[in-house]
T-cell receptor
Framework: DTEVTQTPKHLVMGMTNKKSLKCEQHMGHRAMYWYKQKAKKPPELMFVYSYEKLSINESVPSRFSPECPNSSLLNLHLHALQPEDSALYLC??????????????FGPGTRLTVL | AQRVTQPEKLLSVFKGAPVELKCNYSYSGSPELFWYVQYSRQRLQLLLRHISRESIKGFTADLNKGETSFHLKKPFAQEEDSAMYYCALRGGSEKLVFGKGTKLTVNP
């Protein structure tokens, strides 16, 4: 399996809802990432997990809560979101083998709409 | 600070014409540079990385440290090359910084 999968593909939620985004990879990668991509904009890094530990948090509001339960899974828990949080949320993974063969593989994304 | 600049938001060429997508970067150390491509309705995927000096789908990119550039080139553009292209830089951590992207349209 050489893909990053994300569920759900689409999510519509109200500002008082709690929901979760899920990401999975079975490539043995030990780094996993969450990005946010607004329409016609580049992906913006939110979080990085290395060996299941949070290594980078790009000052993301606490209404976004990441979780890495094991080396294959990455979740993003959502609570009390704002309409401006509507975007495509991308998950990615990569090896942690130094500077070579460290490309990031991206999932198809979850398109989130906050009403 | 890591910064990637793609000066052209849109680029339109005719099929068979050469194409060059520009990328300039700012980073004080030794960066890793990448080109990612996003075809319509498809996921973001890696096209090239400077470290491997390979040619993918006829595209090449050379890292020029003197000019801090990593321009993407193809001698003869094809219609299927139409896509969004992002230049990206990785510095000393796992953080990948993307440029704003160039939308390439190859006309028949």
């Amino acid at each position: 399996d050489t893909e990053v999968t994300q569920t759900p593909k689409h999510l519509v939620m109200g500002m008082t809802n709690k929901k979760s985004l899920k990401c999975e990879q079975h490539m043995g990668h030990r780094a996993m990432y969450w990005y946010k991509q607004k329409a016609k904009k580049p992906p913006e890094l939110m979080f990085v997990y290395s060996y299941e530990k949070l290594s980078i948090n790009e000052s993301v509001p606490s209404r976004f809560s990441p979780e890495c339960p094991n080396s294959s899974l990455l979740n993003l828990h959502l609570h009390a979101l704002q309409p401006e949080d509507s975007a495509l949320y991308l998950c990615a993974s990569s090896r942690l083998a130094g500077r070579v063969y460290n490309e990031q593989f991206f999932g198809p994304g979850t398109r989130l709409t906050v009403l | 600070a890591q910064r990637v600049t793609q000066p052209e938001k849109l680029l339109s060429v005719f099929k068979g014409a050469p194409v060059e997508l520009k990328c300039n970067y700012s980073y004080s150390g030794s960066p890793e540079l990448f080109w990612y491509v996003q075809y319509s309705r498809q996921r973001l995927q890696l096209l090239l990385r400077h470290i491997s000096r390979e040619s993918i789908k006829g595209f090449t990119a050379d890292l020029n440290k003197g000019e801090t550039s990593f321009h993407l080139k193809k001698p003869f553009a094809q219609e299927e090359d139409s896509a969004m292209y992002y230049c990206a830089l990785r510095g000393g951590s796992e953080k990948l910084v993307f440029g704003k992207g160039t939308k390439l349209t190859v006309n028949p």
